[in-house]
């Protein structure tokens, strides 16, 4: 493997290491819907704030998310809505494996 695709494969891996958290996932598959207040995703994920800040600035440095502000407020959405696409597989991955009804 060339140094060019060696490289590739990180960065790759690490968009996939950006996701690869359960309150990360379901801050994507929350913000599917539309862009969401800090406020609101916590509320959603049953986490403090706090926490959550940290998980939304992993996948902003990733590149998933973007944010904005509004007055106080962060306001926080999908920059690649593609990444919805992976989760669809995903989800293609567990019902093969019997996991449809969970």
Request: proline share 2%; aromatic share 4%.
């Amino acid at each position: 493997m060339d140094a060019k695709t060696k490289k590739l494969y990180e960065l790759k891996a690490r968009v996939v290491a950006a996701i690869g958290h359960p309150i990360r996932l379901a801050i994507v598959d929350f913000l599917k819907d539309g862009e969401q207040c800090v406020c609101k995703i916590a509320e959603h994920v049953a986490a403090k704030r706090s926490n959550v800040s940290r998980h939304l600035a992993v996948l902003l440095k990733a590149g998933i998310v973007e944010h904005r502000k509004e007055g106080l407020q962060m306001i926080y959405s999908l920059r690649t809505p593609c990444i919805l696409n992976f989760m669809r597989c995903i989800e293609g991955v567990l019902c093969e494996r019997g996991n449809c009804t969970l």
